[in-house]
């Protein structure tokens, strides 16, 4: 959807390395997601903000970090990459828990 | 904890034939949403279903959501090589505190 934008679509880097995903909606929702999917696994959330300077976590939030501190953005931190993070990540933004959630494209991080 | 079984895992099919997917939780959900995912796409929203025994169409594809609001199904009616992709549930809990997403049905369709 044009209303939310991930970057960078791919990213390959090295164990123990400090990587940053980025996430923008135009659409003004409230809420916003961050889930890594894995093979077998589906989407697991990682992090979720309800508002700006509002985060919790989500089903896998160890080795990750995030903030938002403006309600469009909402980047997610891997402050030591690992091998086991390795996923394709997708950020959602929606107007509320229980609404539904609009997709960004996904980033594919490889870590070698 | 709440779990969310989706079954099958993977379904291959032959063009024009129907498709079901089944989505069942362990615990009562306030909703249910479902979403499709094309190979190297991205989820996107399909429908959302709120009332127990609820059913609701779209063109080819019936959404039902159980009487117990513990389990829903998407069917497909004569598939076509455009439906490919992953079908995914998202249950949510009641008092709407906490969406979880089965594990999908992988699609394919042989032409």
Redesign the interface.
């Known amino acids: 959807d044009a209303g939310i934008t991930q970057s960078p679509r791919y990213k390959i880097t090295e164990t123990g390395r400090q990587v940053t995903l980025m996430c923008h909606q135009t659409w003004s929702h409230s809420y916003m997601f961050w889930y890594r999917q894995d093979l077998g696994h589906g989407l697991r959330l990682i992090y979720y903000s309800a508002a700006a300077d509002i985060t919790d976590k989500g089903e896998v939030p160890d080795g990750y970090v995030v903030s938002r501190s403006k309600t469009e953005n909402f980047p997610l931190t891997l402050e030591s990459a690992t091998r086991s993070q390795t996923s394709v990540y997708f950020c959602a933004s929606g107007t509320g828990l229980a609404q539904p959630q609009h997709f960004g494209d996904g980033t594919r991080l490889s870590i070698l | 904890g709440q779990q969310v079984m989706?079954i099958p895992q993977y379904q291959h099919v032959q063009e024009g034939e129907d498709f079901t997917t089944y989505c069942n939780s362990s615990t009562t959900l306030?909703?249910i949403?479902w979403y499709k995912q094309r190979p190297g796409?991205?989820?996107?929203?399909l429908i959302?279903l709120v009332k127990s025994g609820e059913v609701k169409k779209q063109k080819r594809l019936t959404f039902q959501f159980g009487e117990a609001k513990k389990n829903s199904s998407l069917h497909i009616t004569a598939t076509q090589t455009t439906d490919v992709g992953t079908y995914?549930c998202?249950a949510?809990n009641t008092g709407?505190?906490?969406?979880?997403?089965?594990?999908?049905t992988r699609l394919f369709v042989k032409a």
Request: charged share 5%; glycine share 18%.
């Open positions: 989706q306030s909703n949403q796409g991205h989820p996107v929203f959302q995914f998202a949510i709407g505190f906490k969406t979880i997403f089965g594990a999908g």
